[in-house]
């Protein structure tokens, strides 16, 4: 059974940083891939970054490139999300999703995650001044 904990959100001003760590278990094979997604009050989910745990391959959104970091440890089954110069827009709950035995790439890591991925419960990020 996979199993995906969330951790680390919390109340930032814009500017600031938060690190979320993302505890997968159960993923077994090379081709695993972790991602966090983010909803806002109002908006559609929004697929942010993923990574494959196998080569470390990592996938941003335009909206966070530059600014958030997406990193693995496998020893750990341990994905983390860093997210740098916080903005107001990036106030939403986080959702750390898992998916097996599909070979992502840029332009299909958003939809093959968020139709056939296994979720986490979420974390609340709120960036306010």
């Known amino acids: 059974e996979v199993q995906l904990v969330e951790s680390g959100g919390g109340l930032v001003r814009p500017g600031g940083s938060l690190r979320l760590s993302c505890t997968a278990s159960?993923?077994?094979?090379?081709?695993?891939?972790i991602g966090w997604f983010r909803q806002a009050p109002g908006k559609e989910r929004e697929g942010i970054s993923c990574?494959?745990?196998?080569?470390?391959?990592?996938f941003y959104a335009d909206s966070v490139k530059g600014r958030f970091t997406i990193s693995r440890d496998n020893a750990k089954n341990e994905v983390s999300l860093l997210m740098n110069n916080l903005k107001l827009d990036d106030t939403g709950i986080y959702y750390c999703?898992?998916?097996?035995?599909?070979?992502?790439?840029?332009?299909?890591?958003?939809?093959?995650?968020?139709?056939?991925?296994?979720w986490g419960q979420g974390t609340q990020v709120t960036v306010s001044s």
């Open positions: 999703v898992g998916l097996k035995g599909y070979d992502l790439g840029p332009l299909t890591w958003i939809g093959f995650l968020n139709a056939f991925g296994s």
């Open positions: 990574i494959s745990r196998r080569d470390g391959s990592t």
């Open positions: 159960g993923f077994q094979g090379e081709n695993v891939f």
